[in-house]
């Protein structure tokens, strides 16, 4: 027979969709499911074999069963059932990883998403008065206690909450600002671009590692200028021969010509850390910007949102632009955001109440203990296969925050038998849940510090998988 033959043959030797479908229904996997969604899937199979005697080279024809199709039909019903957004676990040593989520929630601000969005809420419901109210109310009081400002609203995230306030502030007019601060944030934020969409009209000042008051003095004109920026340059530090202007020199100067100052942060941090040397928002409203912008899920170690303090004229006018309700926060996040901003207020011990900042601030020999915790289960479970070694290291904030601050932490560093790292790196991402870890030297390690006692379970049986079916 030749090759054409062979390939006709099995062609037709293909199961019916009608006949897939018959298998499939008996199975468990296929309960309660729409009979739409099991031909669909019985369809797939189908198509999978079909395709692959197209493409298989002669000889290497593989006759197509129903059982094969049924498969295939399986495995494409548990792929649509799982969840694609779904919980990794972190052994990056990043804390506020973007790719990762950025800060996990307290337990109080889960709680709270759950009580909000289960039913109906007070969201935009003035219970006092019986009659509408503003979403921003549920966290006015706290953001004004905590930080000191006068008035503030929320928004969806900091890059919205940039773009709202230069479009208030500053459309049609120019944005003053030093070129030393014109940063890019994770790739897709770029200063100079938001301020293009926001209708400002950029006007560079000083240069990329010197600016003084006086380049500001020439730039601003009480006619042309809409607003001064001040952007926090938040993952990169310039050192050497560097001069930038303190915010409350430039607020003087706002004030001098009538000129408002907005002052973007990045990471919002409201309390010390004593681990070093970022602005904290109380700081910067006490330098008397008009308005302060910042995340919510960067060193506040809250939700992802955009927060807006200022004065209370400013932020009003802000919070009317009709270009707010395209960016406004939604109920879980806010609900999050409230229950994160109570523990600021009332903890005495915020920095164990919030996950992002109890791994910033957790000592290196709690660290310890949890590596050597974790090696001496993998050295149980699965010691033959792989060798363990516990090695110092350093963990980083992320987020754009703290970008040179190497915190100290502790790795389980990692090499197989046989298998390369790379291949180990992809196996462990391909587990259930997927372990993150990074590659160096030759060695996958396991950053202690991002990860939760909770996670040993997981990263054991992570491991015990790539040992029983070797790489993924
Ligand atoms: C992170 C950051 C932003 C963007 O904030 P998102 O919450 O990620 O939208 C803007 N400006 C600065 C200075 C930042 O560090």
């Known amino acids: 027979m030749n090759v054409n033959d062979a390939r006709r043959d099995h062609l037709k030797a293909l199961p019916r969709v009608d006949q897939v479908l018959v298998l499939l229904e008996s199975t468990a996997e296929a309960e309660a499911l729409s009979r739409q969604v099991l031909v669909d899937a019985c369809r797939f199979a189908v198509d999978v074999l079909r395709k692959r005697i197209l493409e298989a080279a002669a000889g290497t024809f593989e006759r197509p069963t129903l059982e094969t199709a049924q498969n295939i039909a399986l495995d494409r019903l548990r792929a649509l059932k799982a969840p694609g957004l779904r919980r990794v676990v972190n052994a990056t040593g990043i804390i506020l990883h973007t790719n990762l989520g950025r800060a996990p929630l307290c337990e109080e601000a889960l709680q709270a998403i759950i009580a909000v969005s289960r039913g109906y809420s007070n969201l935009e419901f003035n219970l006092h008065e019986g009659k509408r109210g503003l979403r921003y109310d549920h966290v006015r009081e706290l953001l004004s206690m905590l930080t000191g400002a006068e008035e503030s609203i929320v928004v969806n995230n900091n890059a919205a909450a940039v773009l709202l306030v230069l479009n208030t502030l500053s459309a049609g007019k120019e944005a003053v600002v030093s070129r030393g601060e014109l940063i890019e944030i994770g790739g897709e934020f770029r200063i100079p671009e938001v301020m293009e969409k926001s209708g400002a009209r950029l006007r560079e000042v000083g240069t990329t590692n010197r600016t003084r008051i006086a380049d500001y003095e020439e730039a601003v004109d009480s006619e042309k200028t809409g607003l001064i920026l001040k952007v926090h340059t938040s993952n990169f530090r310039t ?31 409201l309390a010390d850390l004593g681990i070093g040397d970022e602005p904290t928002v109380q700081d910067a409203v006490q330098w008397g910007s008009d308005v302060i912008t910042f995340s919510g899920d960067k060193l506040l170690g809250g939700p992802q949102a955009g927060i807006i303090l200022g004065r209370r004229g400013v932020v009003e006018t802000i919070r009317k632009n009709p270009l707010n309700r395209a960016l406004r926060i939604d109920k879980l996040t806010l609900a999050a955001l409230e229950a994160t901003l109570r523990h600021y207020l009332l903890a ?13 601030t957790e000592s290196v020999d709690s660290v310890r203990n949890r590596a050597e915790n974790l090696l001496g289960r993998l050295d149980e479970a699965v010691g033959d296969n792989f060798s363990f070694i516990l090695m110092d290291g350093a963990s980083l904030s992320g987020g754009g925050a703290l970008p040179t601050r190497e915190i100290p932490t502790v790795l389980v560093a990692v090499t197989a038998r046989n298998l390369t790292a790379q291949a180990l790196e992809r196996s462990l991402r391909d587990s259930d ?40």
Do not use: K, W, Y
């Open 348 to 360: 005495t011990n915020v920095t164990e109440r919030i996950p992002a900042l109890r791994a910033m």
């Open 239 to 269: 050192i050497g021969f560097t001069e930038e202007v303190p915010a409350p020199v430039l607020v003087e100067l706002g004030r001098r010509r009538g000129v408002p100052v907005m002052h973007d942060l990045g990471s919002g941090c």
């Open 433 to 472: 849940p997927p372990v993150i870890a990074r590659i160096a030297d030759d060695q996958v390690l396991l950053d202690s510090r991002t990860l939760h006692n909770s996670d040993a379970d997981d990263i054991v049986a992570a491991f015990r998988r790539v040992a029983t079916a070797g790489p993924a």
